[in-house]
């Protein structure tokens, strides 16, 4: 993968994931994404306290982790299956 800078941002994402620590969920959702060849970015929530409040303005407290960003929607934990439905309707990105 190629990374833009060390916050693990992948070149042309489209999905913005937003959590605080690894699960089996996002195990999952990685591995769907590798599988669609989908270009996402992570933000680490403890780290980004910032954003942390901004989608807890947007979205209420308490959030339901993990968050997903499909082009400024918010999702929040959805079902893989509705992942994969969503990336269904995202065209594949162009690789260099």
């Not at 947007?58 to 893989?80: A, M, Q, R, T």
Request: glycine fraction near 2%.
């Amino acid at each position: 993968m190629k990374y833009l800078d060390d916050v693990r941002t992948e070149i042309n994402a489209t999905l913005i994931i937003y959590c605080k620590e690894w699960c089996h969920y996002l195990h999952e959702l990685v591995n769907l994404l590798r599988e669609k060849q989908q270009s996402f970015t992570f933000i680490d929530l403890r780290f980004d306290t910032q954003k942390a409040k901004e989608l807890i303005s947007e979205l209420g407290n308490p959030l339901i982790l993990p968050v997903l960003s499909f082009d400024g929607i918010y999702h929040e934990k959805p079902p893989i299956s509705r992942v994969a439905n969503i990336l269904n309707r995202i065209p594949l990105e162009e690789t260099n």
